[in-house]
């Protein structure tokens, strides 16, 4: 007899590889947008509304209720502040119809007067994996302990091999805020335990 089949996971397995499909062979410039703080979410409505394409990648979390010891399971941005947003340049669109939405801040570029960082195809479908496998895993780690200021390797996901320092440790334990080097400049990120090593 077959043990339980994981519906679930298989159908979240299906919806990645369909979209991974869909970054690799639609004509979309990716660029990354840095929103206001806390305002992922608005600013994700906002763009989709100018029939712009909007990635928002989730990773797994905890949240402890005000009341009682009990944490309830909820995700977060994998990239606090961060989101990506797919243009289609032959249907018009163009970052000035990003930059004036509620809730943006600003499109990353290398130098303050450079055109927008676009974002390698590769690159996109390295980062809807890292997503995948958070959702599915939501492991825990046992044994390691880490402190701000600590050197650190990412050993898994779309930023593995990426060196980086601690900078903040979050309240549930479970995740890192760690300073990269990615998307041409230093960014922040949020990272589970189990993708980092001390190095």
């Not at 797994?60 to 243009?87: C, D, H, Q």
């Amino acid at each position: 007899m077959n043990g339980p089949r994981n519906i679930g996971g298989n159908a979240i397995c299906r919806v990645y590889s369909t979209v991974q499909a869909l970054v690799r062979i639609a004509e979309l410039d990716w660029i990354v947008v840095q929103t206001n703080p806390r305002c992922e979410l608005r600013a994700c409505s906002s763009i989709d509304a100018t029939g712009a394409l909007t990635y928002l990648p989730m990773i797994p979390a905890l949240r402890k209720r005000k009341r009682g010891k009990k944490a309830i399971e909820t995700s977060k941005p994998m990239f606090s502040r961060y989101l990506f947003v797919g243009l289609n340049r032959k249907a018009g669109m163009t970052c000035d119809q990003v930059r004036s939405c509620d809730g943006v801040e600003k499109i990353l570029a290398v130098e303050p007067e450079a055109p927008a960082y676009l974002v390698p195809a590769r690159e996109m479908e390295l980062i809807m994996e890292a997503e995948k496998s958070a959702q599915l895993e939501k492991k825990s780690v046992e044994g390691q302990a880490f402190e701000i200021g600590d050197n650190v390797v990412l050993i898994a996901g779309a930023f593995v091999d990426c060196r980086g320092q601690v900078q903040d440790i979050k309240p549930n334990g479970e995740s890192l805020r760690v300073e990269l080097d990615v998307f041409g400049r230093s960014t922040n990120v949020i990272v589970p335990l189990d993708k980092v090593a001390l190095r």
